[in-house]
């Protein structure tokens, strides 16, 4: 099997994402990997899409992720005909290209499209990933999981919610990742609710939400592969994941620690409600945010921490991603 990994930049990869884990994964399962970065595409009529990209082949010499990355910043990049391989993985951060590039996630996904046309396997879809290009795509879902939700650039509107609220909501941007300018909006702190809102907004929409008490606790980050939840001899893929003290994000690269995540029927309740849309829009492996009863997020491009599921409860889910591409693979062929 042919997979490539659609990714920001080669050079901003790490050992810990969980691109990386999945690559590496793929390749001691026998499989050759490609890695393409949004720059990389290529048009043109002949060979209709294809990319500048790194190709590494399963060999002796990759033990873990580290060697993977340092084999495949060694290797030259050379043309490949997207209509060749068995898989395209949309792996970017959307949000990280805004200031800098902001071309190049929208550009990603107009050549992924290309590809799907061309009858390429494009994961997660990218028709529905430009739909989903922002945090409005939770709002398709069922008004029962969703925490209250306002979206606007203007400050009187947010007043207004907070006030309505409890005076305790978080603002956040309608297009951001890794918990990056995520703030709650209290009592204490409502005399900079106005300065805050303005900085918010300087990048676009912003997003404002209740505050659900439980977030004191973490949340939960939960993955489903093709709808389904990923159980092995009866551990999910998922993680809590607890902020440190003082701190409302729980983000692992924000300090956040990863524990076992007890998956009760509550949970489950709250994740079939959204699995049937998700499989319709081709949301092949995605990531929810969990607080409550409440869906927070639902992550779609490069959802990260399988690999401390996997960890932490002591399975391989990787392994199970891979083997159920593999059977996904076998039966197209047919």
């Not at 799907?116 to 029962?144: C, H, M």
């Amino acid at each position: 099997m042919k997979i490539a990994f659609v990714i920001n930049q080669t050079h901003k990869e790490e050992a810990y994402f969980t691109t990386t884990s999945l690559a590496l994964k793929a390749l001691k399962r026998g499989h050759e990997v490609f890695y393409i970065g949004l720059a990389d595409f290529y048009y043109d009529p002949e060979i209709v899409v294809g990319a500048h990209a790194r190709q590494v082949s399963p060999h002796e010499n990759i033990q873990d992720e580290s060697d993977l990355l340092h084999v495949m910043r060694e290797t030259e990049k050379s043309l490949v005909n997207l209509k060749h391989l068995d898989v395209l993985w949309l792996r970017f951060d959307a949000a990280s290209e805004m200031i800098g590039r902001p071309w190049a996630a929208s550009a990603g996904l107009q050549f992924a499209e290309l590809a799907q046309r061309e009858g390429v396997w494009v994961i997660n879809n990218p028709e529905a990933l430009t739909r989903a290009s922002n945090k409005l795509y939770l709002e398709n879902f069922d008004e029962s999981i969703r925490p209250k939700t306002i979206v606007t650039r203007n400050y009187t509107d947010v007043q207004n919610f907070f006030d309505k609220n409890d005076e305790k909501i978080i603002l956040k941007p309608l297009k951001g990742s890794g918990g990056k300018n995520v703030f709650l909006i209290n009592k204490e702190s409502a005399q900079n609710l106005k300065q805050t809102v303005e900085a918010i907004a300087r990048d676009g929409y912003i997003i404002a939400q209740e505050y659900l008490p439980e977030a004191s606790k973490g949340d939960l980050r939960f993955f489903l592969l093709d709808g389904q939840p990923i159980e092995i001899d009866g551990k999910y893929a998922a993680v809590r994941r607890v902020q440190p003290e003082n701190e409302i994000r729980s983000n692992v690269h924000q300090g956040a620690t990863i524990q076992v995540a007890d998956i009760d029927e509550e949970t489950l309740k709250v994740v079939k409600l959204v699995s049937e849309q998700l499989v319709k829009d081709g949301m092949y492996l995605v990531g929810l945010d969990i607080v409550g009863s409440k869906i927070m997020e639902i992550n779609v491009f490069s959802p990260g921490a399988l690999q401390q599921a996997s960890e932490i409860n002591g399975v391989d889910f990787m392994a199970a991603v891979i083997q159920d591409i593999e059977h996904k693979i076998h039966e197209r062929k047919k």
